[in-house]
């Protein structure tokens, strides 16, 4: 999955988009290591007490939440995750541009 979402990150660079990860491993040193091991260049965060996760009721992982631009969830776990991502971003193209 990372080099997928690797190229999202590369080929959406400059449009309005953003990957972020939530990580809720137990160990932030392991954290760490795949974060450079695996060049993860997008802000990522540590959910040591699954506060994000439970904000937003993940129980399973990975789930993948697409967010529009002005803040509101469009999509949980999309079967066509690029389709979905190219709609939100024309669509932030337009309200915004």
Known sequence: ????ERSLVSELSGKPFALVGVNTDDDLETIRQVVQ????????FYDEKMAISKSYGINAF????????KGVVRSVNPTDLDFSINE???????SNP
Not at 1 to 4: A, F, I, N, P
């Open 1 to 4: 999955m990372y080099d997928h």
């Open 37 to 44: 091991e695996k060049n993860l260049t997008w802000r990522s």
């Open 88 to 94: 939100l971003v024309a669509a932030a193209e337009k």
């Open 62 to 69: 990975p789930t993948i939440i697409l967010i529009d631009d």
